[in-house]
Structure formats: structure tokens, C-alpha cells
């Protein structure tokens, strides 16, 4: 089976913003006081269309959907990943971390976008309010159909939770770049990093993260 990545801990720093649990508003990014391995989750009737969970740092990116208080903090990462042969997705891996808080989420949010020349382009499939099964500690397993014809596509992986209840959950990073560079977005510009619309993750956030997300496509490939 397939090796992923599992945070093995719920001890977490909260980096670029506030630093402890119970701050008075979101910060950017989270990071894992330890980490390892552990083996993915199977999915009946289903196999590995895509993985890129083999080289995770443990820093989360926010990508989240706050409750209408923190409206303008609202934001969203995205990576791409490229398939050889149409394929029926049925579920989305994702490596997260919650910080400034424990969680649960209440669910998550998958996107599936065209590429548009390096960038998201139109909305594929979305699935809202999506269930999930957590792995560990902000390691959710998304369900989420569609298929998809071979080429190159993006996904983003977002959740749904009140920062009042549950803190953040951060999307956590890869260190290894396949395709494009991710991209992320706040359209309320509440963390004042000035990308409104997709843009490089990296140049957002100087949170030390990787350049791609962590994630894993499973489901049927023909």
C-alpha cells in the first residue's frame, strides 16, 4: 500500500499570525511538532489515480471557510496534478494540520478546476459540504465523484469551520514541486497578503512551506 504521510501529533505552532490557541483572529499557516509515515487509507473497488504525499514538511497553509464573522479570511489553496488516462475520482486525500484550535471540521469543500496556461481555470466539479473520515489530526479523507479525461487539471481542498469552535485547518505543504507550483487566494485580503486571486503560495506566505500541497487522488482509472 501506498505510503503517505501522517501528522503524529496534535501539538502544533501557529506561524505567521497568532501563536496560540484562542487568538482573536486566523493566522496564516500552522506547523507540526513531529511527524511520520503511516499506511493510506484503502477505498473499496478503488486504487491510486495521483499521489504527491511523499515529501510533506508539515507546515499547513490556512484553507478555510470561517464563519461570517471572519468573512474577509476566508481563502483557498490549489495545486495541479497531471493524468495519463481519463479516470473516475471517488475520493480526496489531503494532508492537513489543525492549529489555533483542535477541530473537527464540519466538512470540506473540493473544487476540481481546468487548467488555464499554469493557473485554475473554469470550475470542473465542485463538491460542497463534502463528507469525510479523518486519517489523524486534520488528515481528512473527502469524498468527492467525478471523472475526468487524461490531462492536466487542479483540485483545492477546503474546509468548512468556525474559528470560535474549532480554530484553523491548514492544507499542509509538499516539498516537492510536480507541474506548477500551488497557488492560493483570500479574496478579502483579511490576511493582507495581497493575493485576492491565485497566486503562487509562496510568494503569499514566508511561512517556510513547500512549494506544492499534499494530496492523493483515489478511484478507478481506464
Known amino acids: 500500500m501506498t505510503k503517505t504521510v501522517l501528522l503524529a501529533s496534535a501539538a502544533v505552532l501557529a506561524l505567521s499570525g497568532s501563536a496560540y490557541a484562542g487568538a ?42 470561517f464563519e461570517s464573522a471572519f468573512d474577509i479570511y476566508d481563502s483557498q489553496g490549489a495545486d495541479d ?20 484550535g483542535s477541530g473537527p471540521a464540519n466538512s470540506f469543500n473540493v473544487t476540481f478546476y481546468t487548467d488555464a496556461g499554469g493557473t485554475p481555470g473554469a470550475v470542473k466539479k465542485a463538491c460542497s459540504n463534502a463528507a469525510y473520515t479523518d486519517e489523524a489530526f486534520g488528515t481528512p479523507d473527502i469524498k468527492c465523484k467525478t471523472k475526468l479525461k487524461k490531462g492536466t487539471y487542479w483540485v483545492s481542498v477546503q474546509t468548512n469551520m468556525n474559528f470560535s469552535q474549532g480554530g484553523e485547518w491548514g492544507w499542509n505543504t509538499n516539498n516537492t514541486v510536480r507541474g506548477n507550483a500551488s497557488q492560493w487566494q483570500n479574496p478579502g485580503s483579511g490576511f493582507g497578503t495581497g493575493c485576492t486571486s491565485y497566486t503562487t503560495t509562496t510568494t503569499c506566505i514566508p511561512s517556510g512551506e513547500g512549494g506544492d500541497f499534499s494530496f492523493s487522488l483515489l478511484g478507478k482509472g481506464h
Open 81 to 100: 496534478f497531471k493524468i495519463a488516462k481519463k479516470a473516475k475520482v471517488a475520493q480526496v486525500d489531503a494532508d492537513g494540520i489543525y492549529f489555533n
Open 24 to 65: 482573536a483572529h486566523p493566522a496564516l499557516s500552522g506547523k507540526a511538532t513531529s511527524y511520520g509515515y503511516h499506511a493510506q487509507l484503502p477505498v473499496r473497488g478503488a486504487g491510486v489515480i495521483y499521489t504527491q504525499r511523499d515529501n510533506d514538511n508539515g507546515i499547513g497553509i490556512v484553507s478555510q471557510n
